[in-house]
């Protein structure tokens, strides 16, 4: 996978693997969860009091799910422009975008992590789960932080004025 | 008309005092998912910190579990708990001990 940032343009990621693209095109179902233990840490509590988690449940809950949807609703229209030529994938995530990947990359992660129970353990040593669909649930949640890092990294070095090209 | 009872006024205006004068604490709780430089990346864009003190309460949030991140009136904490939430990083509305 590299990245490439061009200069008041898109964040180009090219040399995909078909598997790990087809990892990424995962991430909005995955962020639009149902299951209640994964809702609880998107939506969790403000703490405060009565009156502000009553406020909360009322208010803000409502902005957050569409700030939250509007960050996979960004991530939706780049992925709908992956190409996919000689066994590899490519794809631009547009300048506006950036924030809502962070977003979105990082409600996935904790969406798997909740949903699948992962221990802190079992997140240091992968070795240690034995059922496939946790051991798949982690290596998208280690995809996703991998991304993370890089994005974060890219975005560094852009409001610093440098001119990345990073391969992993 | 009845005059309304002094000891109840008292008591009254003491708890509004209570709420008006004291600080709210923003903290930031550790989280096994949250990556240490998105942590640091969202303090700096919330709070308009610097790269080290974003660092220093992602630390102190990494090793003893939870950070002080703001304190102030009630109205911006509850502010910054929101944007806090909107990155995805645990954080709650305490009363700031006086």
């Not at chain 2, 003893?64 to 002080?68: C, D, E, H």
């Given at each position: 996978m590299r990245f490439q940032l061009e200069q008041e343009g898109p964040l180009r990621v090219t040399e995909v693997d078909p598997v790990e693209m087809e990892f990424l095109m995962q991430i909005p179902g995955i962020a639009r969860t149902e299951d209640p233990a994964a809702k609880a840490r998107i939506f969790a509590s403000p703490g405060g009091d009565k009156e502000l988690e009553e406020d909360w449940e009322a208010f803000v809950r409502p902005e957050l799910e569409e700030h939250f949807e509007g960050a996979l609703e960004a991530m939706e229209s780049d992925l709908a422009g992956v190409r996919r030529v000689k066994g590899t994938a490519s794809f631009a995530i547009e300048p506006g975008h950036w924030e809502h990947w962070l977003t979105g990359l990082n409600q996935a992660r904790l969406v798997l992590w909740a949903e699948h129970r992962l221990t802190d353990s079992e997140m240091i040593e992968e070795s240690e789960i034995a059922d496939p669909q946790r051991a798949t649930a982690l290596f998208a949640m280690n995809l996703y932080g991998f991304l993370q890092e890089i994005l974060l990294r890219v975005l560094g070095e852009a409001e610093s004025g440098e001119d990345p090209e990073i391969g992993g | 008309m009845a005059l309304a009872d002094p000891t109840e006024q008292t008591q009254v205006l003491e708890r509004v005092a209570d709420q008006v004068d004291l600080p709210w604490n923003v903290v930031a709780h550790n989280d096994p998912v949250n990556l240490m430089s998105y942590v640091t990346r969202v303090f700096q864009k919330v709070f308009g910190y610097s790269k080290e003190r974003a660092r220093k309460h992602m630390l102190e949030v990494h090793h003893?579990?939870?950070?002080?991140v703001w304190t102030g009136m009630r109205e911006p904490a509850e502010a910054y708990i929101q944007k806090l939430h909107g990155h995805l990083i645990l954080a709650t509305l305490e009363r700031a001990e006086r």
């Open positions: - | 003893r579990g939870r950070s002080v």
